[in-house]
């Protein structure tokens, strides 16, 4: 037993195969009640089975006579065999097409022990029960038959390999899609959020800047008439003060000069009148020149907010746009058919890309009438 050529050991893993998608078909079918041609393949195979049930046999082999040894080997292959698949599968498709995440005693949701335990009755009854009718069919089989056979099942098995693989890459790069999408759509509503805030805040700048320049100038102006009014008060106070005292001295010494000193007296205060009112018509000037600055840094300012705000309004407007065409894009992603692999296998998850998938498959009874 177990001594076979490598045809026959080819041979065995088609039938597992086949016997493995019946198991699973009929385990998964009576669970959703309804059927489901369950596997990777399109084809009625298991090839995780085919294999499995190969490695059984084969650590079994230096083993046979003892039951414990064969179910501690079971045990020990198909689990390790089951990890390595869910693992690799997991990486190269981004999907896991079997979770035993909530299960106990699970190792990353690849294995669990209840699977483990499992998989060792499974052997002791495989090369107890199952192997021996089915070796002696594959071995009382014509050579030329079992090659015709196998030619055409390895054809067959693939080209199905094949078309399975590129349907699985091909839902993997539809969820890093949809995830990139999501992403965008995400970053573009923050820029959003901060471009409207910018925005709120550049013109509440301006606004401020504007109030501050027009205090600023006003409170200038204020003092400057202040600050001129005084220095002119100071000049007549002085001048009168300096002619009150130019009089007196004439008055002492000579009378008959008052006339002339009263003439000088009013002269000067002409005098002073009119530069009084030269002064007042200079400030009044400089007083209009300042509003006209005010005037004009307040119409510039105001042009700057309104050039702020059409700016921001352009960059907002083509962010609405591209934020739109990509919920589109996104909505034209969901829905889509479901793919056929995911019908053959219900229960698959995607842990790495779980909010695309939750958008594109989140209910496992949707999969059932897609």
Not at 333 to 351: E, H, T, Y
Request: charged letters at 25%.
């Amino acid at each position: 037993m177990y001594t076979y050529a490598w045809y026959h050991w080819l041979t065995f893993f088609y039938i597992y195969c086949f016997c493995g998608w019946i198991f699973e078909s009929t385990y998964v079918s009576l669970k959703q009640r309804h059927f489901v041609n369950r596997g990777f393949l399109r084809l009625p195979m298991l090839p995780l089975y085919g294999t499995g049930a190969v490695m059984m046999l084969w650590v079994s082999l230096p083993v046979k006579d003892n039951l414990f040894l064969v179910y501690c080997s079971g045990v020990v292959a198909a689990t390790l065999l089951e990890y390595v698949t869910g693992y690799v599968m997991e990486r190269l498709f981004k999907v896991r097409y079997w979770d035993y995440s909530n299960q106990r005693f699970n190792l990353h949701g690849y294995i669990c022990l209840t699977s483990s335990i499992a998989w060792g009755f499974l052997t002791i009854f495989m090369t107890e029960v199952i192997h021996k009718p089915i070796e002696r069919f594959v071995l009382n089989l014509p050579p030329a038959l079992e090659w015709c056979l196998l030619g055409i099942v390895s054809g067959c098995f693939v080209m199905d390999t094949i078309q399975s693989t590129k349907e699985a890459l091909n839902l993997a790069k539809s969820l890093e899609n949809v995830a990139k999408l999501r992403a965008d759509l995400e970053e573009m509503q923050v820029q959003l959020a901060l471009l409207k805030a910018e925005t709120a805040q550049n013109i509440e700048n301006a606004k401020e800047e504007l109030r501050m320049t027009v205090a600023e100038n006003v409170e200038a102006h204020k003092e400057l008439v202040a600050a001129r009014k005084e220095a002119l008060e100071e000049a007549v106070a002085a001048g009168k003060e300096k002619l009150a005292e130019n009089a007196a001295i004439q008055k002492e010494r000579l009378a008959e000069a008052a006339a002339a000193h009263k003439e000088m007296l009013t002269t000067a205060a002409e005098i002073h009148k009119e530069a009084v009112e030269a002064r007042k018509e200079e400030l009044a000037e400089a007083l209009e020149a300042h509003r006209e600055t005010v005037a004009a840094r307040k119409e510039a300012l105001a042009d700057s907010v309104e050039a702020q705000k059409q700016a921001l309004a352009a960059r907002i407007s083509a962010l609405n746009e591209k934020m739109n065409d990509t919920a589109r894009l996104l909505n034209s992603k969901k829905s889509m058919v479901l793919p056929p692999i995911l019908r053959r296998n219900p229960g698959a998850v995607s842990k790495r890309f779980a909010a695309a998938w939750k958008e594109l498959y989140s209910d496992p009874e949707d999969r059932k009438h897609a």
